[in-house]
């Protein structure tokens, strides 16, 4: 099945502690986006990237880094310096980076503060 | 910013009653997109109307435009308990925006 895969589902992080959340995605796709949602809240974009070795920030890229080595994957890392990380991170991607194209979305992974 | 604000931000019905949602933004847009989200799941694509459509349907979804109110609503008829999610409007222009969504609850 092609499809966008989030792992961990749950992950916890510990004070001063840096933390990779996975997105990998069999689609083909070009352009990846990492988004954050507090609760109730909608979403809010971290990081996009349009093609492998490039990636340009989003309105809260502060505290978070990303890279873009494989098509495939699009790891998102939670430094030390995101001071309030806890929420829930949604990975989508889409064919190519525009905006006539539906975004597809993994299943997530929720980042707790131990 | 281009940002769709969703209303009502919460919405509780019976199964078998309609839903309807709005959406309304600000500045011009190529399109407009509705997504849901089950609780703590990722978002799934609901239907896209372009700029120049006013009418759209896809099962038991029905959505409007109207670019001169800035405004687009989802209609969902004939509910079920399966349709209780959050949804989202996202408004195309330059990048993909999304606004705070509606939390639909449908009591079976």
Redesign the interface.
């Known amino acids: 099945d092609g499809g966008?895969t989030?792992s961990p589902k749950y992950l916890f992080r510990k004070e001063g502690q840096n933390v990779t959340l996975s997105c990998e995605q069999n689609l083909n796709h070009d352009a990846m986006y990492w988004?954050r949602q507090d609760p109730?809240?909608?979403?809010?974009?971290i990081y996009y990237s349009q093609i492998v070795n490039d990636f340009q920030k989003g309105d809260i890229a502060e505290g978070y880094s990303v890279s873009r080595e494989k098509k495939e994957s699009f790891p998102l890392t939670v430094t030390s310096a995101q001071k309030n990380p806890t929420a829930?991170y949604?990975c989508?991607s889409q064919r190519q980076i525009a905006?006539?194209e539906?975004?597809?979305?993994?299943?997530?992974t929720?980042l707790s503060v131990l | 910013s281009q940002q769709g604000e969703e209303d009502p931000q919460a919405l509780s019905i019976q199964e078998g009653e309609n839903a309807t949602m709005n959406c309304s933004y600000k500045t011009s847009i190529n399109n407009l997109q509705w997504y849901r989200q089950n609780s703590g799941r990722g978002l799934v694509h609901l239907i896209l109307i372009r700029s120049n459509e006013r009418e759209k349907h896809s099962g038991r979804l029905r959505v409007t435009l109207d670019t001169s109110k800035k405004s687009s609503s989802l209609l969902i008829t004939a509910s079920r308990a399966a349709d209780t999610a959050s949804y989202f409007c996202v408004c195309a222009g330059n990048m993909l925006t999304f606004g705070g969504g509606t939390r639909l609850m449908v009591k079976p």
């Open positions: 966008i989030q988004y109730g809240q909608g979403l809010r974009l829930f949604l989508a905006t006539n539906k975004l597809f979305f993994g299943s997530g929720q």
